[in-house]
Structures are given as structure tokens and as C-alpha cells.
């Protein structure tokens, strides 16, 4: 090797060297004004598509896979140690072509739907209003009902509202009645139609906005307990001008929520695979899913000019990680497997949440089980749990706990020329006192070194659990499903108030202090 050269690689090694033990400092301090970072930010969403429900959640009651009135006995725990605080159903795109009234009564009785959104198969309503709702009560989780604008009646959404919630004598508690539940359900979650501007009706924010307003006079609060939440189908990502003339055209008195959907996408014509996948691919999909950040700020600064006293939430009902479906299944059922990436993807996307937690109050991820960034997947009797049901099990701890506000400037995750930011992470301080500290790190080569004084956060003693993997693409599988589960994290120093960790690539971290 050259003179000349030697010295150059041996000064880029330098600087490597030096940029590896440069620590990322977190500034952390209680803040009696932050926000509670409410549990619904912990959501799940499941549509009628594909294996979903059919051959996911629902079995059948003849079925012999453990279950109680159809629905699978392991799926029921696995969420419930999940915490799972809210679950949207029946859709998404399905929701305005569905009649809620074909899925009540006798189920010999229920006529059949097609389902043209997801795969053309044809569907027996066997799984309706009742099996949700019972389902919800099951799972301890408040059920969130996406009423159909697209296809559906005034009339209808305000039926289903009186069938669900009102105790007292009337048509639609009559028929509930006679269905075999006599007690109404209280269910506060409304939508009020589904991507309005695209599967929902292909409408004009100014159409929609009236739409609404319609649909919401009529969804009278049955039961006087506290009120429903009803809520906007919002904005497609970045599409600042739907949440502006919602705002500006919606009285905030009849508008609880508005939605946000935003998918980290590679290329809508080209996703890419969900298991061979490059660095490149991953780089691209992490750049999708952190404008989150961008995406959460503008539209809460929009939202602030016309409710600066933040009473309406943002509610982000679809996220997650969306690539072509694995080989060999339906491409309408959307199935995939869940890697690393997807770990990584969802404690960011969390963090961000968390950090956000003034406006955001509910998010969704899509979906719970068999389709897209499921938590759960399932082969006829098996069930597995994936890496992203790891994390938001560890994150779990964030629900209504405290926020801690962080300050600190992310290094760079770079690749071919392009950066972003490769470390996240949030606080909180639950109800006991102990402090979570979660961490992700975004660069899928280098490790980074984090330093936070802890002496403001009232804690001296830390343990943690980590999920990490030797690679990217590793995913659980039905012969491996333990191949990727949190482990005791050892990689961190707690001295003189300070607490130095160092974290390995693509890896996410939760740390307890008490």
C-alpha cells in the first residue's frame, strides 16, 4: 500500500474510532406540566382481511382450537398481556361497504357479503357487532367502531349507536335484546367513515367535512355516561390541507378526534420483500416510518391554531410497516412476516407517540393479527407472537404513565449519502415511581453509546431487556418462535448519577429505574 493511502485509511479509522466513543447525551427532567401518555396510543386495529379475523381472532365455536364463542383462547391471553388497551374493528376499507345489521341475530340467519376491498372472497357474517363487542370484554380493551359513510345511511350509524349503547326501552335496544344481550355495551369509540378521501368515497375535504357533520348530529350519546368520542377520518400522511378544512369547518364540540394514516413505504408500486430485504431497503423503510415526526408536528400545529387548548386528539388509527406479502399467499390478504425491522420500526414509532403525547391520544397499529405489522400470527392450531408484539409488551410500561420530556441532539445513521437519525428514545414515571427509559437504535451497523444524568429522575437502581438480533431479516417462525424475545440487558453503567449505555445495532431497549 501506498504511503499516501496508508495515512488516509488510517485517519478515516481515526475518525471512526473517535465518532464511536463520542456519547449521545440525553438531557431527562421531570416536568410537572408534560402530559400523561394516554394507553390508547397502544392500540391495535383489526379489519376483516384476509385471515384477520376468519382463521385468525375467529374460529368458530365448533372449532377444536381452545375458544371461547368462536374466538381463540391464546390469542385472548397473548393480547391481554399485551395490555391491549383499544382494538378498531371492522375496518379500514371494509368498514364503508359493511352493514352492521347483516352480522346480528341467528348466524344461519346472516346473509353473505363479498368482500371486494381484500381478495373477493365471500364472507358469512358469522363474526358481527356481538362477537366484537363480547370479544372487547374479554380482552379488557375498549372497542373502537368505524362506522360506514361510504356505502352506509345517517340512520344506520345511528342505530348501531342506539343497538350498542342504549339501556333503556327503544327500537334498536329491543332488537339487541332479542339477540341475546340485555345490558348495552357503552362502546365510546366512534368513526365516522374510513380514508374518506380515498377507499371511503374518493371525497373532497370540504365534502367530507359536511358529511361528517351530518353523520355526528344524529350519534346522540344513548347511554349519558360520559359521552361517545367520535371521530374524523383524517388525513393521507402528509396531507396538510384535509386536517386544515376539517379544522377549520368541524365545531369542536362535535369532533372528539382526528385521524392520521401514514404506512412506511419503500414505493407504493414496488414495496419490496418482507424478509429479503437489503440494507438499502431497510435504510428506506426507516426514513418512511421516522417522518412520523414530521408528520405528528405539522399536523399538530395546525390543529393548535384552531384548538390551541388541545381538546380534540390526534388519533394516528392505521401505522405500521407495509411490504409485498409473503410468497406464495393471497396479495389481497396482505400477509407478512415480521423481522427485526419491524421491531426497530415500532419502538421509533412509539417514542415519537410517547413524545407526542399532548396531542396524540389514541394510535392503531395495523393490524393484530395475520395482516401487515401483525403482533400475532397463526397456521391453523399454532400461534406465535412476533418481534413486534416484544416490543410493545416491554413498552407497555409507558401506558398512562408520566412523560418525561428528552433534549438531545440524535447521531446520524447514514447510507449512500443520505442520513437519518439513528438514535430514539422516551421517558416516563408511572404511578409507583419507577422510570422506563426506552431506546431504540436505528443505525443497522454501529453502535451508540448513550449517557443520561439520572440525578432529577429520583431512581438509583436500573435493569433492562432488550431485543436484538445477529440480523436484520431474523423473524420468528412456527418451527422457531422463540428465535427473537426481550433478554436481561447487562450493557449499561449506572455510576454517580449518571447511566451510560451502549446500544447495538438495530435494537431496542427498555430500562427500569426504582
Given at each position: 500500500?501506498?504511503?499516501?493511502?496508508?495515512?488516509?485509511?488510517?485517519?478515516?479509522?481515526?475518525?471512526?474510532?473517535?465518532?464511536?466513543?463520542?456519547?449521545?447525551?440525553?438531557?431527562?427532567?421531570?416536568?410537572?406540566?408534560?402530559?400523561?401518555?394516554?394507553?390508547?396510543?397502544?392500540?391495535?386495529?383489526?379489519?376483516?382481511?384476509?385471515?384477520?379475523?376468519?382463521?385468525?381472532?375467529?374460529?368458530?365455536?365448533?372449532?377444536?382450537?381452545?375458544?371461547?364463542?368462536?374466538?381463540?383462547?391464546?390469542?385472548?391471553?397473548?393480547?391481554?398481556?399485551?395490555?391491549?388497551?383499544?382494538?378498531?374493528?371492522?375496518?379500514?376499507?371494509?368498514?364503508?361497504?359493511?352493514?352492521?345489521?347483516?352480522?346480528?341475530?341467528?348466524?344461519?340467519?346472516?346473509?353473505?357479503?363479498?368482500?371486494?376491498?381484500?381478495?373477493?372472497?365471500?364472507?358469512?357474517?358469522?363474526?358481527?357487532?356481538?362477537?366484537?363487542?363480547?370479544?372487547?370484554?374479554l380482552l379488557g380493551a375498549e372497542p373502537y367502531l368505524?362506522?360506514?359513510?361510504?356505502?352506509?345511511?345517517?340512520?344506520?350509524?345511528?342505530?348501531?349507536?342506539?343497538?350498542?349503547?342504549?339501556?333503556?326501552?327503544?327500537?334498536?335496544?329491543?332488537?339487541?335484546?332479542?339477540?341475546?344481550?340485555?345490558?348495552?355495551?357503552?362502546?365510546?369509540?366512534?368513526?365516522?367513515?374510513?380514508?374518506?378521501?380515498?377507499?371511503?368515497?374518493?371525497?373532497?375535504?370540504?365534502?367530507?367535512?359536511?358529511?361528517?357533520?351530518?353523520?355526528?348530529?344524529?350519534?346522540?350519546?344513548?347511554?349519558?355516561?360520559?359521552?361517545?368520542?367520535?371521530?374524523?377520518?383524517?388525513?393521507?400522511?402528509?396531507?396538510?390541507?384535509?386536517?386544515?378544512?376539517?379544522?377549520?369547518?368541524?365545531?369542536?364540540?362535535?369532533?372528539?378526534?382526528?385521524?392520521?394514516?401514514?404506512?412506511?413505504?419503500?414505493?407504493?408500486?414496488?414495496?419490496?420483500?418482507?424478509?429479503?430485504?437489503?440494507?438499502?431497503?431497510?435504510?428506506?423503510?426507516?426514513?418512511?416510518?421516522?417522518?412520523?415526526?414530521?408528520?405528528?408536528?405539522?399536523?399538530?400545529?395546525?390543529?393548535?391554531?384552531?384548538?390551541?387548548?388541545?381538546?380534540?386528539?390526534?388519533?394516528?388509527?392505521?401505522?405500521?410497516?407495509?411490504?409485498?406479502?409473503?410468497?406464495?399467499?393471497?396479495?389481497?390478504?396482505?400477509?407478512?412476516?415480521?423481522?427485526?425491522?419491524?421491531?426497530?420500526l415500532a419502538g421509533a414509532t412509539l417514542n415519537i407517540?410517547?413524545?407526542?403525547?399532548?396531542?396524540?391520544?389514541?394510535?392503531?397499529?395495523?393490524?393484530?393479527?395475520?395482516?401487515?405489522?401483525?403482533?400475532?400470527?397463526?397456521?391453523?392450531?399454532?400461534?406465535?407472537?412476533?418481534?413486534?408484539?416484544?416490543?410493545?409488551?416491554?413498552?407497555?410500561?409507558?401506558?398512562?404513565?408520566?412523560?418525561?420530556?428528552?433534549?438531545?441532539?440524535?447521531?446520524?445513521?447514514?447510507?449512500?449519502?443520505?442520513?437519518?437519525?439513528?438514535?430514539?428514545?422516551?421517558?416516563?414515571?408511572?404511578?409507583?415511581?419507577?422510570?422506563?427509559?426506552?431506546?431504540?437504535?436505528?443505525?443497522?451497523?454501529?453502535?451508540?453509546?448513550?449517557?443520561?444524568?439520572?440525578?432529577?429522575?429520583?431512581?438509583?437502581?436500573?435493569?433492562?431487556?432488550?431485543?436484538?438480533?445477529?440480523?436484520?431479516?431474523?423473524?420468528?417462525?412456527?418451527?422457531?418462535?422463540?428465535?427473537?424475545?426481550?433478554?436481561?440487558?447487562?450493557?449499561?453503567?449506572?455510576?454517580?448519577?449518571?447511566?451510560?449505555?451502549?446500544?447495538?445495532?438495530?435494537?431496542?431497549?427498555?430500562?427500569?429505574?426504582?
Amino acid at each position: 500500500m501506498k504511503k499516501p493511502l496508508l495515512l488516509m485509511v488510517m485517519a478515516f479509522c481515526m475518525q471512526t474510532i473517535t465518532a464511536q466513543k463520542e456519547a449521545v447525551i440525553i438531557a431527562v427532567k421531570n416536568d410537572a406540566s408534560a402530559p400523561t401518555i394516554n394507553k390508547n396510543i397502544y392500540g391495535h386495529f383489526a379489519e376483516h382481511l384476509g385471515h384477520c379475523i376468519y382463521g385468525g381472532f375467529f374460529v368458530g365455536d365448533t372449532s377444536k382450537i381452545p375458544n371461547t364463542n368462536g374466538v381463540r383462547n391464546d390469542i385472548i391471553k397473548a393480547l391481554k398481556d399485551l395490555k391491549i388497551p383499544n382494538l378498531r374493528w371492522p375496518g379500514g376499507c371494509f368498514a364503508d361497504t359493511y352493514h352492521w345489521k347483516d352480522g346480528i341475530g341467528p348466524k344461519e340467519q346472516r346473509p353473505t357479503i363479498v368482500n371486494q376491498w381484500w381478495g373477493g372472497v365471500t364472507e358469512d357474517n358469522s363474526f358481527g357487532t356481538h362477537d366484537f363487542l363480547n370479544m372487547c370484554e374479554l380482552l379488557g380493551a375498549e372497542p373502537y367502531l368505524s362506522g360506514n359513510v361510504g356505502s352506509g345511511t345517517v340512520q344506520e350509524l345511528a342505530d348501531w349507536v342506539q343497538y350498542t349503547n342504549f339501556g333503556g326501552k327503544s327500537p334498536m335496544s329491543d332488537l339487541r335484546r332479542k339477540n341475546g344481550r340485555t345490558e348495552p355495551w357503552k362502546v365510546k369509540y366512534w368513526g365516522i367513515g374510513n380514508e374518506a378521501w380515498g377507499c371511503g368515497g374518493n371525497m373532497t375535504a370540504d365534502y367530507y367535512a359536511n358529511e361528517y357533520r351530518k353523520f355526528a348530529t344524529f350519534m346522540s350519546d344513548w347511554s349519558n355516561t360520559g359521552g361517545i368520542t367520535r371521530i374524523a377520518s383524517g388525513s393521507n400522511s402528509s396531507d396538510y390541507n384535509w386536517t386544515e378544512v376539517l379544522m377549520k369547518n368541524i365545531p369542536l364540540n362535535m369532533l372528539g378526534g382526528l385521524g392520521v394514516h401514514h404506512y412506511a413505504v419503500i414505493d407504493w408500486g414496488k414495496k419490496g420483500s418482507d424478509v429479503d430485504f437489503t440494507e438499502k431497503e431497510y435504510f428506506l423503510t426507516m426514513q418512511s416510518a421516522l417522518k412520523m415526526e414530521e408528520l405528528v408536528t405539522k399536523h399538530a400545529a395546525i390543529m393548535d391554531k384552531y384548538d390551541p387548548e388541545k381538546k380534540v386528539a390526534m388519533i394516528v388509527d392505521e401505522w405500521g410497516g407495509w411490504y409485498e406479502v409473503q410468497k406464495g399467499t393471497n396479495s389481497g390478504f396482505l400477509y407478512q412476516q415480521n423481522t427485526m425491522r419491524d421491531a426497530v420500526l415500532a419502538g421509533a414509532t412509539l417514542n415519537i407517540f410517547n413524545n407526542h403525547s399532548d396531542r396524540v391520544r389514541m394510535a392503531n397499529l395495523a393490524q393484530c393479527v395475520n395482516v401487515l405489522q401483525a403482533v400475532i400470527l397463526t397456521d391453523k392450531a399454532k400461534m406465535i407472537t412476533t418481534p413486534t408484539y416484544s416490543v410493545m409488551k416491554m413498552y407497555s410500561v409507558h401506558q398512562d404513565a408520566k412523560l418525561i420530556p428528552v433534549d438531545f441532539k440524535s447521531p446520524s445513521y447514514t447510507f449512500e449519502g443520505q442520513t437519518i437519525p439513528a438514535v430514539s428514545a422516551s421517558v416516563s414515571k408511572d404511578k409507583s415511581g419507577s422510570v422506563h427509559i426506552s431506546l431504540v437504535n436505528v443505525d443497522a451497523v454501529n453502535k451508540n453509546k448513550i449517557e443520561i444524568d439520572t440525578k432529577d429522575l429520583g431512581v438509583k437502581n436500573f435493569t433492562g431487556s432488550i431485543i436484538t438480533s445477529q440480523k436484520l431479516q431474523d423473524y420468528n417462525s412456527f418451527e422457531n418462535p422463540n428465535k427473537i424475545v426481550p433478554v436481561a440487558f447487562k450493557g449499561f453503567e449506572n455510576k454517580n448519577g449518571k447511566l451510560t449505555i451502549t446500544l447495538p445495532p438495530f435494537s431496542v431497549l427498555v430500562l427500569e429505574g426504582k
